[in-house]
């Protein structure tokens, strides 16, 4: 019992030592954090951290309902958002409604998250025109949205450490649809980036997401295949859990996955 009171009252002094740094101090070291879970975690704290965790400093929103576009951080579509957004940000899509999205290259390293409660409340709409609703080429995540393609794929990576967690990644049902793929990956296990000559790995993470319609979940046509699959089923969807990446010298490497999404 002695040994948890001073537990307690350590705690309670190093909270009282971090509360006594200024915002800017505060902020400043609450840049750093991961957007999910860690910053969403420091805004539950109280009013004053909440109000920090949430500047427009730290995160970029896309609002097609505001009005005021001069606000600081406040986009009215994705792909402004994106071009406007520097290395390292997180792009916060606001819920409600559809977001219109169509071959949107990110080059950067980005994190785009739903604001809803859940991905339902945000739905990101590829037109069927489109080769893909997102491409990346940078190390990015995905996070709390709904991506949905009426031909092509949802998402489609060339390179970088692509993860994608708690998403819902829908292929239209048409008569084309065997031409659809939640997920294309056209990169190799690694790549040289001249500019710094270091070594870029590759891959994609998929953590808790559903996938609807579709030929095929996935498909590689780079050297990357399908590992450490695990499938949740529930009474209205299935969850996915792999990973896209350079093979074991043990692993047979595959032009194409096919996973049991019906």
């Not at 309670?12 to 840049?31: A, V």
């Not at 879970?37 to 949430?54: I, K, M």
């Not at 069927?128 to 031909?151: G, I, P, Q």
Request: hydrophobic fraction near 40%.
């Amino acid at each position: 019992m002695e040994e948890q009171k001073r537990k307690w009252r350590r705690l309670s002094k190093e909270l009282s030592l971090i509360n006594n740094l200024d915002d800017g101090c505060l902020m400043h070291i609450f840049s750093f954090l991961s957007p999910i879970p860690d910053r969403y975690n420091t805004a539950l704290v109280c009013h004053g951290w909440r109000f920090l965790a949430c500047h427009p400093q730290l995160w970029l929103r896309v609002d097609r309902s505001v009005k005021d576009l001069s606000q600081p951080g406040v986009y009215p579509n994705i792909e402004i958002a994106v071009s406007a957004a520097r290395p390292g940000d997180t792009i916060l899509v606001a819920a409600g409604g559809s977001h219109r999205v169509s071959n949107i290259k990110i080059e950067k390293p980005l994190c785009l998250i739903g604001a809803g409660e859940s991905p339902d409340d945000t739905t990101l709409i590829c037109s069927r025109s489109s080769d893909s609703a997102l491409e990346f080429m940078s190390t990015c995540k995905l996070a709390n949205l709904t991506v949905r393609a009426e031909l092509g794929c949802c998402l489609l990576h060339r390179s970088g450490r692509l993860t994608i967690d708690g998403c819902i990644l829908q292929c239209e049902s048409n008569p084309l649809d065997h031409l659809s793929y939640a997920i294309i990956s056209t990169a190799g296990a690694s790549e040289v980036v001249s500019s710094a000559l270091k070594t870029c790995i590759n891959s994609v993470s998929v953590l808790k997401t559903r996938i609807e319609g579709g030929a095929k979940a996935v498909l590689t046509s780079g050297t990357l295949s399908l590992q450490r699959v695990r499938v949740i089923y529930t009474r209205a969807s299935l969850f996915f859990w792999f990973e896209v990446e350079g093979a074991d010298k043990n692993t047979v490497q595959s032009a194409s996955v096919a996973l049991p999404i019906s």
